[in-house]
């Protein structure tokens, strides 16, 4: 009954593959997001999902894609990995409200190692 | 987009009062704050919000001084347990502005 989860926990892969997380959310929340913490703790934000629709894009690589192939999931899609791309991925989402990014509830993260 | 700052650790002893001050100069009118804690190999957790005053729930209190542009989260007596990363969040309601702090390491002693 975990309320936001991500498969898988840990990824380790090289360079140059491509590689997908999976993010699922059984809150029957309206919004979902992708963030990516380095190696220095910085958590960034990525992508924002709103019923299917893609509401910001951190100027991320396009490389990074994220698929929402229904409310409650979120995938993020990397293709041609490279180094500097490893990092923790967390899959967040949040209820219907006015307030935009309010109370987010995180997942566990996916660990994701470049080599 | 308003940028935070904060300390980045702070230590204290078991069953003081902790405050973390994050700083955010140029919050617009419509930005509310919210602040997350990390565990090590977790992701984040949420903890409070607030747009102006002050806010208390079961787990902490949020101040917010008139003029908005800094706030101070106070978690109360503190136990081992709430040794974490806490991470100050501004977010733009309507512009979808979304700026997390660097965060604060908390070392709880014994």
């Known amino acids: 009954d975990t309320a936001v989860s991500q498969t898988p926990k840990y990824l380790v892969t090289q360079m140059g593959n491509d590689k997908s997380i999976k993010c699922e959310q059984n809150l029957g929340h309206d919004t979902m997001y992708w963030y990516k913490q380095d190696s220095k703790k910085f958590l960034k934000i990525m992508f924002s999902?709103?019923?299917?629709?893609?509401?910001i894009n951190e100027t991320v690589p396009n490389r990074f894609s994220p698929k929402s192939p229904d409310k409650a999931h979120l995938n993020l899609h990397i293709n041609s990995l490279e180094l500097g791309d490893s990092a923790v991925y967390f899959c967040a989402s949040s209820p219907p409200t006015e307030l935009w990014g309010e109370t987010q509830y995180f997942g566990p993260g996916t660990r994701l190692l470049v080599l | 987009l308003a940028k935070t700052t904060q300390p980045i650790s702070m230590d204290s002893y078991e069953g003081q009062e902790v405050n973390i001050t994050c700083s955010h100069n140029?919050?617009?009118?419509?930005?509310?704050i919210t602040w997350y804690q990390q565990f090590p190999s977790q992701g984040p957790r949420f903890i409070i919000q607030?747009?102006?005053t002050k806010v208390t729930n079961e787990v902490a209190s949020l101040f917010i001084p008139a003029d908005r542009k800094s706030s101070t989260l106070s978690l109360p007596r503190v136990s081992l347990s709430d040794t974490a990363v806490y991470y100050c969040l501004v977010v733009g309601a309507g512009s979808y502005q979304l700026t997390f702090g660097k965060g604060t390491k908390l070392s709880v002693i014994p």
């Open positions: 607030g747009y102006k």
């Open positions: 140029n919050i617009a009118t419509n930005d509310y």
């Open positions: 999902y709103n019923n299917k629709e893609l509401i």
